[in-house]
Every structure is written in structure tokens, then in C-alpha cells.
Nanobody, 121 residues
Framework: QVQLVESGGDLVQPGGSLRLSCAAS????????MGWYRQAPGKQRELVAR???????NYADSVKGRFTISRDNAKNTVSLQMNSLKFEDTAVYSC???????????????WGQGTQVTVSS
């Protein structure tokens, strides 16, 4: 099986910073795109940022210039550095990865369990 485990969610004041991390483990042959999504109460889940295996990243307009996504292909990890946090960044952040399992010729999307980020004074 494949598992994604996130860490780093916390309570932070506006203007503060947090770093989220996600590690993929299991019978992994390769990982294509990795990304972070978030879902605030009463809202739909939205893409925050994603990054290809080649390091090409794109971001939601709402986080451009404040958040940075990075990945370590050797360790199967993806991180999200979040700076200048705002109240509206409060959400459950989930890691997503498009993974090809060992012995398989197809890929599938996997999700972590989510980590809570709360921006509050």
C-alpha cells in the first residue's frame, strides 16, 4: 500500500509562518505531481500549490508570493512553506500525490489525512 503522512499544522498569528511536510511511503515506483490542497469550513477543497517531478510549480493566486512548494524526489517528500499567513488561510491542508505503485503500469491519486492550520490572533 501507499501512505501519505502530513505534519506541521498549527495555530499561528496573522503574519506568521508555518512549514507543512508530507512523506509518501510504501510500494512506490514513481511519483508524478505532488501538491497541497486545503478546505476551509463551509467551502470546497481548493488547490493551493503543486509541483511536478521536474520541479515546475504552480500556485493558487491567493497564495502567490507567500507560499513556496518544494519536493525531495529521493525522499518522496513535499513541503509547503507558508509565510505572511492570513486569517483566510485557515483550513485543513491535505497532501496529494499521483503515484505509480511497484508492479503497476497505471497511476492513481493518493491523499494524506490532513493537517489543521489555524491563523488567529
Amino acid at each position: 500500500q501507499v501512505q501519505l503522512v502530513e505534519s506541521g499544522g498549527d495555530l499561528v498569528q496573522p503574519g506568521g509562518s508555518l512549514r507543512l511536510s508530507c512523506a509518501a511511503s510504501g510500494r512506490i515506483a514513481s511519483i508524478n505531481v505532488m501538491g497541497w490542497y486545503r478546505q476551509a469550513p463551509g467551502k470546497q477543497r481548493e488547490l493551493v500549490a503543486r509541483i511536478t517531478s521536474g520541479g515546475i510549480a504552480n500556485y493558487a493566486d491567493s497564495v502567490k508570493g507567500r507560499f513556496t512548494i518544494s519536493r525531495d524526489n529521493a525522499k518522496n517528500t513535499v513541503s509547503l512553506q507558508m509565510n505572511s499567513l492570513k486569517f483566510e488561510d485557515t483550513a485543513v491542508y491535505s497532501c496529494n500525490a499521483n503515484i505509480r505503485r511497484l508492479g503497476s503500469s497505471i497511476t492513481a491519486d493518493y491523499w494524506g489525512q490532513g493537517t489543521q492550520v489555524t491563523v488567529s490572533s
